[in-house]
C-alpha cells in the first residue's frame, strides 16, 4: 500500500468527523465526530512514522498519547451527556439552551 | 531519569502528588476545611519548589519538557493563580451544600495541565498539557450540578474544547508530515530548511484555530460569554486566567523560535486576529448587562492587546506579553474574586444592578473592584496601566502602527463600559431601589432606609479576604513600581530568543 492511500483515508476520516460534529444531531454524534477526527490525525501520524522510517517513532508515540486522552475525554464527555440527558431530556444539541441570548 | 531532571520536574510531582494526595484524603475522610487546607499547601509547596527547580536551569527533561527561566516564571504564575483561585473556591463552596471536596482535585489536575503547558518543547507534551487541563476544566464548569445552567455551560463548552484539540491534534499530524518531527527545536529548523510549506503551513493553520480557541480570540471567541456566564464564579476565574495565559506562554515559545521567514504568513493572519479581537471584544461589552459575560467580552479584547505585543516579535515584545499577562491576570482574578465574594447560594453577584451603590454597603469590596476595573481600562498608577504602556511601546518600536492604533481606539471604546460600572457602584442606593419599583410596579417599593435584599452574603470569609487583600497590594504595588517585576521578567524570557 502506498502513503497516499493512508492520507486519501485519513483525510475523509476527518471530513466525515467535520460533518458529524457540524450536522449537529444528537451530542453522541457531536463527539464521535471528534472521535473520528482524532482517529484521522492518528491514521496520519502512523503512516508517516511508516513510511519515512528515518524519522523515528515519534509518531507512533504519539497516536498511543492522543489514543489515551482521547478516551479520557469520551468518558468526561459521555458523563457530562448524562447529567444533560437528566436535566434536559434530550441530547439534541439545538434543543440544549436555556442561557440568556 | 536522573536527580538534575527530578529537581526541574519539582513544581510538576508536587502538585501531582498532591492531587494524588487529596483523592486520598477525601477517600479516608470527606472534611471541606482539611481538602483545601491540603490543596492549599500542595499549591504553595509546589511555588517554593520552583527555587528549587530554579537551582539546575536551564534544563532539558527528555526532548519533552523544558525547565528555563521562562517555563519557571510562567509555572510561578499559574500556581499563584491557582492559590487565588482556591483560597475563593474555598468560602464559595462552603455555602453550597453540595459535595465540594472533589473541585480541589480537579483545581490540582488543571494546575497540573498549566504547568505541563509552559513547559512543553514538544509537540505531545503540549497536547498532554492542553487534555490534562481542558478535561479538568470540562468538570469544573459544569461542577454545580444543582446550578440550571450547569450542565448546559458544561457541554458547550465540552464540544467545541473538544473540537478545537481535534483540530490541533490534526494540524499536528501535517506539521510532522513535513518535519518528521514533534520536537520544537528540530521541528522550526526542519521548516526553515524545507523549500515551500506544503503541508506544513495547513498544519500550522489547523493548530491556530486549536490555540485561537483556548484564547478566545475572534473568531473563536463565541464560547465566552456562555461559558464565563454558565460555569460557578471561581472557575471563571481560573478559565480566564491559567488556560488563556498557560497557552499563550507556549505560543510564545514556539513563536520566538520561528525565524521571520516561517513566521510571517502566520503573523498576518494572527494581526487581523488581534485587530479583529480588541474591536469586537471591545463593542460587544458594551452593550451587556451581566458582569460576568461583560468581563468575558472584555478579556477577549484583553487577549487581543496582548497579540498586538506579540506581533512585535522581539525580546522587548516578549517582555510586554509578559508583564501584561501578569497585569491581566491580576486585575482579572481581583474582578471576579469581587463577584465570588457577593454572590450566594442562590445566584450569583452577575447583574449590574447588583453592584448600584457598592460603595455605600461595601466599601472595601467597591474599592477592590474599581482598582480591578480601573487596571483593566488602563488607568495610570494601576498595574494595567504599566502593561499596556509597554504593549504599545513594543508596538511602536516594531513599526505596527495599524494594530497600535486599533489597541488605542479599543481601549477608549473600553474606559467606557469599565466606568459605567464605577458609576453604578458610585450612585445613590434610592435611585436603584426608584427603578426597581418602577421596573415591576406590582412589588411594594424597598423601604428606603433598609439595606436592599440583594446581595445578602454577608462576611468575606478569611482565604478569600487574604486572596482578595494580595491582590489589591499587586494591583497597585505593581502599578507604582513596575522595575523590580520588570526586571524579573526580563531575565526570565531572555532564552526565548
Same mark, same amino acid.
Given at each position: 500500500?502506498?502513503?497516499?492511500?493512508?492520507?486519501? /483515508?485519513?483525510?475523509?476520516?476527518?471530513?466525515?468527523?467535520?460533518?458529524? +460534529?457540524?450536522?449537529? #444531531?444528537?451530542?453522541?454524534?457531536?463527539?464521535?465526530?471528534?472521535?473520528?477526527?482524532?482517529?484521522?490525525?492518528?491514521?496520519?501520524?502512523?503512516?508517516?512514522? #511508516?513510511?519515512?522510517?528515518?524519522?523515528?517513532?515519534?509518531?507512533?508515540?504519539?497516536?498511543?498519547?492522543?489514543?489515551?486522552?482521547?478516551?479520557?475525554?469520551?468518558?468526561?464527555?459521555?458523563?457530562?451527556?448524562?447529567?444533560?440527558?437528566?436535566?434536559?431530556?434530550?441530547?439534541?444539541?439545538?434543543?440544549?439552551?436555556?442561557?440568556?441570548? | 531519569?536522573?536527580?538534575?531532571?527530578?529537581?526541574?520536574?519539582?513544581?510538576?510531582?508536587?502538585?501531582?502528588?498532591?492531587?494524588?494526595?487529596?483523592?486520598?484524603?477525601?477517600?479516608?475522610?470527606?472534611?471541606?476545611?482539611?481538602?483545601?487546607?491540603?490543596?492549599?499547601?500542595?499549591?504553595?509547596?509546589?511555588? /517554593?519548589?520552583?527555587?528549587?527547580?530554579?537551582?539546575?536551569?536551564?534544563?532539558?527533561?527528555?526532548?519533552? =519538557?523544558?525547565?528555563?527561566?521562562?517555563?519557571?516564571?510562567?509555572?510561578?504564575?499559574?500556581?499563584?493563580?491557582?492559590?487565588?483561585?482556591?483560597?475563593?473556591?474555598?468560602?464559595?463552596?462552603?455555602? #453550597?451544600?453540595?459535595?465540594?471536596?472533589?473541585?480541589?482535585?480537579?483545581?490540582?489536575?488543571?494546575?497540573?495541565?498549566?504547568? /505541563?503547558?509552559?513547559?512543553?518543547?514538544?509537540?505531545?507534551?503540549?497536547?498532554?498539557?492542553?487534555?490534562?487541563?481542558?478535561?479538568?476544566?470540562?468538570?469544573?464548569?459544569?461542577?454545580? *450540578?444543582?446550578?440550571?445552567?450547569?450542565?448546559?455551560?458544561?457541554?458547550?463548552?465540552?464540544?467545541?474544547?473538544?473540537?478545537?484539540?481535534?483540530?490541533?491534534?490534526?494540524?499536528?499530524?501535517?506539521?510532522?508530515?513535513?518535519?518528521?518531527?514533534?520536537?520544537?527545536?528540530?521541528?522550526?529548523?526542519?521548516?526553515?530548511?524545507?523549500?515551500?510549506?506544503?503541508?506544513?503551513?495547513?498544519?500550522?493553520?489547523?493548530?491556530?484555530?486549536?490555540?485561537?480557541?483556548?484564547?478566545?480570540?475572534?473568531?473563536?471567541?463565541?464560547?465566552?460569554?456562555?461559558?464565563?456566564?454558565?460555569?460557578?464564579?471561581?472557575?471563571?476565574?481560573?478559565?480566564?486566567?491559567?488556560?488563556?495565559?498557560?497557552?499563550?506562554?507556549?505560543?510564545?515559545?514556539?513563536?520566538?523560535?520561528?525565524?521571520?521567514?516561517?513566521? *510571517?504568513?502566520?503573523?498576518?493572519?494572527?494581526?487581523?486576529?488581534?485587530?479583529?479581537?480588541?474591536?469586537?471584544?471591545?463593542?460587544?461589552?458594551?452593550?451587556?448587562?451581566?458582569?460576568?459575560?461583560?468581563?468575558?467580552?472584555?478579556?477577549?479584547?484583553?487577549?487581543?492587546?496582548?497579540?498586538?505585543?506579540?506581533?512585535?516579535?522581539?525580546?522587548?515584545?516578549?517582555?510586554?506579553?509578559?508583564?501584561?499577562? /501578569?497585569?491581566?491576570?491580576?486585575?482579572?482574578?481581583? +474582578?471576579?474574586? @469581587?463577584?465570588?465574594?457577593?454572590?450566594?447560594?442562590?445566584?450569583?453577584?452577575?447583574?449590574?444592578?447588583?453592584?448600584?451603590?457598592?460603595?455605600?454597603?461595601?466599601?472595601?469590596?467597591?474599592?477592590?473592584?474599581?482598582?480591578?476595573? =480601573?487596571?483593566?481600562?488602563?488607568?495610570?498608577?494601576?498595574?494595567?496601566?504599566?502593561?499596556?504602556?509597554?504593549?504599545?511601546?513594543?508596538?511602536?518600536?516594531?513599526?505596527?502602527?495599524?494594530?497600535?492604533?486599533?489597541?488605542?481606539?479599543?481601549?477608549?471604546?473600553?474606559?467606557?463600559?469599565?466606568?459605567?460600572?464605577? @458609576?453604578?457602584?458610585?450612585?445613590?442606593?434610592?435611585?436603584?431601589?426608584?427603578?426597581?419599583?418602577?421596573?415591576?410596579?406590582?412589588?411594594?417599593?424597598?423601604?428606603?432606609?433598609?439595606?436592599?435584599?440583594?446581595? *445578602?452574603?454577608? *462576611?468575606?470569609?478569611?482565604?478569600?479576604?487574604?486572596?482578595?487583600?494580595?491582590?489589591?497590594?499587586?494591583?497597585?504595588?505593581?502599578?507604582?513600581?513596575?522595575?523590580?517585576?520588570?526586571?524579573?521578567?526580563?531575565?526570565?524570557?531572555?532564552?526565548? #530568543?
Amino acid at each position: 500500500m502506498e502513503l497516499g492511500a493512508y492520507l486519501a /483515508v485519513s483525510a475523509v476520516l476527518f471530513v466525515l468527523g467535520m460533518a458529524m +460534529a457540524a450536522a449537529r #444531531r444528537s451530542l453522541i454524534y457531536v463527539l464521535m465526530g471528534l472521535e473520528l477526527i482524532l482517529n484521522a490525525a492518528n491514521i496520519n501520524l502512523v503512516a508517516f512514522a #511508516r513510511f519515512k522510517p528515518e524519522i523515528g517513532l515519534d509518531g507512533q508515540i504519539g497516536a498511543i498519547f492522543v489514543i489515551i486522552l482521547a478516551a479520557a475525554e469520551a468518558a468526561i464527555g459521555l458523563a457530562i451527556v448524562l447529567n444533560v440527558y437528566s436535566r434536559f431530556g434530550t441530547i439534541r444539541p439545538d434543543d440544549i439552551d436555556e442561557l440568556r441570548q | 531519569m536522573s536527580r538534575t531532571d527530578l529537581t526541574a520536574l519539582s513544581p510538576l510531582l508536587v502538585v501531582a502528588l498532591a492531587a494524588v494526595a487529596v483523592l486520598l484524603l477525601i477517600s479516608v475522610r470527606r472534611n471541606h476545611r482539611a481538602t483545601a487546607t491540603l490543596t492549599l499547601a500542595g499549591l504553595v509547596l509546589g511555588l /517554593v519548589s520552583i527555587s528549587w527547580a530554579a537551582t539546575v536551569t536551564p534544563h532539558q527533561v527528555a526532548p519533552l =519538557l523544558i525547565a528555563d527561566g521562562y517555563a519557571l516564571f510562567y509555572s510561578a504564575l499559574v500556581l499563584a493563580a491557582a492559590v487565588v483561585v482556591c483560597l475563593l473556591s474555598f468560602d464559595y463552596l462552603e455555602q #453550597r451544600g453540595e459535595q465540594r471536596e472533589e473541585f480541589y482535585v480537579l483545581l490540582l489536575l488543571a494546575t497540573l495541565g498549566g504547568l /505541563v503547558l509552559v513547559g512543553a518543547s514538544h509537540f505531545v507534551t503540549l497536547f498532554l498539557g492542553l487534555e490534562i487541563l481542558s478535561v479538568a476544566i470540562y468538570v469544573m464548569v459544569a461542577y454545580a *450540578r444543582s446550578s440550571p445552567l450547569a450542565a448546559e455551560t458544561g457541554i458547550k463548552y465540552l464540544v467545541l474544547a473538544g473540537a478545537s484539540s481535534a483540530f490541533l491534534v490534526f494540524g499536528m499530524a501535517l506539521v510532522y508530515a513535513q518535519t518528521g518531527t514533534l520536537e520544537f527545536r528540530p521541528l522550526v529548523a526542519q521548516l526553515s530548511a524545507i523549500e515551500g510549506s506544503g503541508l506544513a503551513l495547513p498544519g500550522m493553520a489547523l493548530m491556530l484555530v486549536g490555540v485561537g480557541f483556548k484564547l478566545a480570540v475572534v473568531p473563536f471567541h463565541m464560547w465566552t460569554p456562555e461559558v464565563y456566564q454558565g460555569a460557578p464564579a471561581p472557575v471563571t476565574a481560573f478559565v480566564a486566567t491559567v488556560s488563556k495565559g498557560a497557552m499563550f506562554a507556549l505560543l510564545l515559545r514556539f513563536f520566538a523560535a520561528l525565524g521571520p521567514g516561517e513566521a *510571517r504568513p502566520l503573523l498576518v493572519v494572527l494581526g487581523l486576529v488581534a485587530m479583529a479581537s480588541i474591536l469586537a471584544g471591545n463593542l460587544l461589552a458594551l452593550l451587556e448587562q451581566n458582569i460576568k459575560r461583560l468581563l468575558a467580552f472584555s478579556s477577549i479584547a484583553h487577549l487581543g492587546y496582548v497579540l498586538v505585543a506579540f506581533l512585535a516579535s522581539s525580546a522587548f515584545g516578549d517582555e510586554a506579553v509578559t508583564f501584561y499577562l /501578569v497585569a491581566y491576570f491580576v486585575s482579572t482574578l481581583a +474582578a471576579f474574586g @469581587v463577584v465570588t465574594v457577593l454572590s450566594d447560594n442562590e445566584r450569583e453577584a452577575e447583574r449590574i444592578e447588583d453592584y448600584r451603590g457598592l460603595f455605600w454597603r461595601r466599601p472595601l469590596l467597591a474599592t477592590l473592584m474599581t482598582g480591578a476595573l =480601573l487596571s483593566l481600562a488602563g488607568i495610570p498608577l494601576t498595574t494595567g496601566f504599566v502593561g499596556k504602556f509597554a504593549v504599545v511601546a513594543a508596538g511602536v518600536e516594531a513599526s505596527l502602527w495599524l494594530p497600535v492604533s486599533v489597541l488605542a481606539l479599543g481601549s477608549a471604546i473600553g474606559l467606557y463600559y469599565y466606568l459605567r460600572l464605577v @458609576v453604578v457602584m458610585l450612585s445613590s442606593l434610592d435611585a436603584g431601589a426608584a427603578t426597581e419599583s418602577a421596573a415591576d410596579s406590582g412589588r411594594t417599593p424597598a423601604d428606603p432606609g433598609q439595606t436592599p435584599a440583594w446581595p *445578602r452574603a454577608a *462576611r468575606v470569609g478569611g482565604g478569600a479576604a487574604l486572596a482578595l487583600g494580595l491582590l489589591a497590594l499587586l494591583l497597585l504595588g505593581l502599578g507604582l513600581y513596575p522595575g523590580p517585576l520588570m526586571d524579573v521578567i526580563e531575565s526570565s524570557v531572555s532564552p526565548l #530568543r
